[in-house]
């Protein structure tokens, strides 16, 4: 059984992580710096969702855009596609990206170098993403 079972389930939470991360000055200004479009394309539910650090921000308080849908009219300098379970799974700090690379549960197009010298950026969402999924009322979602 899928971790989300729609759309809108998947973007209630993980929505809410990369909106948190846009606006952490721990996070989002090594995401910013790296001046890349990453694109994330889910599956089981569908989702695309897409980080514009390459570009200002459309709001003074973030450090990067955050763009849900195909239509954003930008091109991804690296693009990540995976089921959605394993973006759950990663953000809860349980998958290895270079594991994951080789088992093909990420498929990644681009400089996977660039990716792999942000992940120390990301690191304190592994521990953002359970505190926020308790807060919204979704502890049932948390791996321990």
């Known amino acids: 059984m899928a971790v989300f079972k729609d759309y809108d389930e998947l973007y209630s939470c993980l929505g809410r992580l990369y909106d948190q991360a846009s606006h952490d000055s721990r996070i989002a ?5 790296a001046h890349l479009v990453i694109q994330f394309r889910y599956a089981e539910p569908a989702a695309v969702v897409t980080i514009n650090a390459a570009a ?3 709001q ?3 450090y990067f855009d955050v763009l849900w849908g195909d239509q954003t009219g ?5 693009e ?5 379970d394993i973006a759950h799974q990663f953000w809860h700090g ?3 990206l270079m594991t994951a690379l080789a088992r093909r549960q990420i498929i990644a197009r681009g400089p996977i170098p660039k990716i792999i010298r942000l992940l120390p950026a990301v690191e304190p969402m592994y521990e953002m ?3 926020l999924l308790e807060q919204i009322g979704r502890s049932d979602l948390i791996i321990t």
């Open 60 to 62: 003074p308080t973030s």
């Open 94 to 96: 349980k998958v290895n």
């Open 74 to 78: 930008l091109m991804p300098d690296v």
């Open 29 to 33: 200004p090594k995401i910013r710096d």
């Open 56 to 58: 200002p921000p459309s």
């Open 80 to 84: 990540m596609s995976m089921k959605a």
């Open 129 to 131: 993403y359970p505190r």
